[in-house]
């Protein structure tokens, strides 16, 4: 079982649609985790961050976090052409900075 | 602009063939990182340097090779023992880590594409 798991897509929606992107993992230690969105043929971004479990909202973007259910999900309102990336989730734990990757989620916004 | 600039881009390599992909960064980050990105798979490391003179093997180090013998530079060599190295490279880096809270934030290059012909 590999420790964070993402399901590959792709996930294509209509613009303006509610998007759900999820990733679980398996190691419970896991206090940082992350979502980087990455464009074709680019190097992946920072998208947005979560400590431990909760929301966090950042405009368009909210992140989610259960850490008893070891989820996580990245909402996205308002969706648009140029959300269309792939999407990943990367994990850590508090004393190791080394992430650990999901394969990512493609996610492709139709006009 | 501060940022990781990788190159090449593109790079076609016969068997047998090593290549080095360059990797610079003017972020002043202490950290630097490969990584090996293949369809399907989330990101591996390759090797990993945490200050200049000194850097350590991640999950996959086998058939590569690296330096850091400048703040600024990390480069990669992709040696003629790798067995699979058609790959998507991406090297990143990050602030050290000091007092407060870090996220471990990476900042990546775009990117230099191997193909082995």
């Known amino acids: 079982q590999k420790e964070v798991e993402q399901d590959p897509g792709p996930l294509s929606v209509p613009e303006g649609a509610i998007v759900s992107l999820n990733c679980t993992y398996s190691?419970?230690?896991?206090?940082?985790f992350m979502w980087y969105r990455q464009y074709s043929r680019k190097g992946p971004e920072l998208l947005m961050y979560t400590y431990s479990s909760g929301n966090k909202e950042d405009g368009r973007f909210t992140a989610q976090v259960d850490k008893s259910s070891k989820y996580i999900s990245l909402f996205i309102r308002d969706s648009q052409p140029s959300d269309s990336a792939t999407y990943l989730c990367a994990d850590r734990v508090e004393s190791n900075y080394q992430l650990i990757w999901g394969a990512g989620t493609k996610l492709i916004i139709k006009p | 602009d501060g940022g990781i600039t990788q190159s090449p881009k593109y790079l076609f390599r016969k068997e047998g063939q090593n290549v080095t992909l360059s990797c610079e960064q003017n972020l002043n980050h202490d950290a630097m990182y490969w990584y090996r990105q293949d369809p399907g798979q989330g990101l591996r490391l390759i090797y990993y340097?945490?200050?200049?003179?000194?850097?350590q093997k991640g999950d996959i180090a086998e058939g590569y090779s690296v330096s850091r013998e400048k703040k600024e530079s990390f480069p990669l060599t992709v040696t003629s023992a790798q067995k699979n190295p058609t790959a998507f490279y991406l090297c990143a880096s990050s602030s050290r880590l000091a007092g407060g809270v870090n996220t471990g934030e990476l900042f990546f290059g775009e990117g230099s594409r191997l193909t082995v012909l």
């Open positions: 340097s945490q200050i200049v003179n000194d850097f």
């Open positions: 190691n419970s230690a896991f206090q940082y």
